[in-house]
């Protein structure tokens, strides 16, 4: 048998009112959304933590809603990587990895550091920023992922930074930042921005089956080879990774009718 990594998919948040009727049933209790989210998803990336601090209980009570096999991905706080210099904000990361994250449990994913889409590529910065990244808190192993959203990150030094750090890239499918589908650590992440309103299932049909291709081709150490990268010349590792892909922004109404269409796919290409 194959090795492969678990795969996931899910949306950027729970609370939106658009999905009332869409996706959450009418006279479903606003205070059950997570629960019902978690019952047909299997991840959701967390947009609240970019902008206020979270209490280690909210934690604690988000893991008591979800199954077991659930993730959150965490969106670390503005104040993080809102930086001229990002080198300057060890303090505020390290802050942020002991506010309580930890009680999520078994249920905490790779924590997701977005840069501004004006941050520039400065490679000494980035290099500190990527070394003052948590590895544990409290003795758990922390996982982290950059989204690079300025085109002067696509160079071959940015990515042997991250690869060298053991961070991953987000492969951002958007036609405002660059796409980089480099993989650098043992997991990988894409943020699937291209989603639209008026298809059901936010992306064709036809999309799905090659997004549903290409999670299980990344969960089994390969490269989807039609996907962009920024260094072609690194090797395949054929080493197992876990993938998640969150649909988000163009289409959101549709969000979780993509992330539930993508992964019934891959449950048909994995038997």
Request: charged share 25%; proline share 6%.
């Amino acid at each position: 048998m194959t090795s492969r990594g678990t795969i996931r998919t899910g949306i950027g948040g729970w609370n939106y009112d658009d999905w009332r009727g869409s996706f959450y049933p009418d006279k479903l209790p606003k205070t059950r959304e997570l629960e019902y989210a978690a019952s047909k998803l299997t991840a959701i990336e967390v947009n609240g933590t970019f902008y206020r601090s979270q209490s280690p209980a909210t934690y604690a009570k988000w893991a008591s809603e979800v199954p077991d096999g659930f993730v959150f991905s965490l969106k670390a706080p503005r104040y993080c990587v809102n930086r001229k210099v990002l080198a300057e904000g060890a303090e505020s990361m390290e802050k942020f990895a002991r506010s309580g994250i930890v009680e999520l449990g078994g249920h905490l994913g790779p924590v997701l550091w977005q840069l501004a889409a004006t941050k520039r590529f400065e490679p000494d910065d980035f290099r500190s920023f990527l070394a003052q990244m948590p590895k544990t808190v409290d003795g758990v192993g922390l996982r982290h992922v950059v989204e690079l959203r300025h085109e002067s990150f696509a160079t071959r030094e940015a990515v042997a930074l991250c690869r060298e750090a053991g961070v991953s890239i987000v492969y951002a499918h958007s036609a405002n930042y660059p796409e980089m589908a480099d993989v650098t650590a043992d997991f990988i992440y894409a943020r699937l921005q291209s989603g639209h309103a008026e298809i059901e299932t936010g992306y064709p049909p036809e999309d799905l089956d090659e997004w549903a291709r290409r999670a299980v081709e990344w969960s089994e150490g390969h490269y989807p080879d039609d996907l962009p990268r920024i260094d072609p010349d690194a090797g395949v590792d054929g080493k197992a990774r876990d993938v998640f892909a969150f649909f988000i922004r163009e289409g959101k109404v549709r969000a979780p009718h993509a992330a539930m269409a993508m992964m019934e796919r891959i449950r048909h290409r994995l038997g």
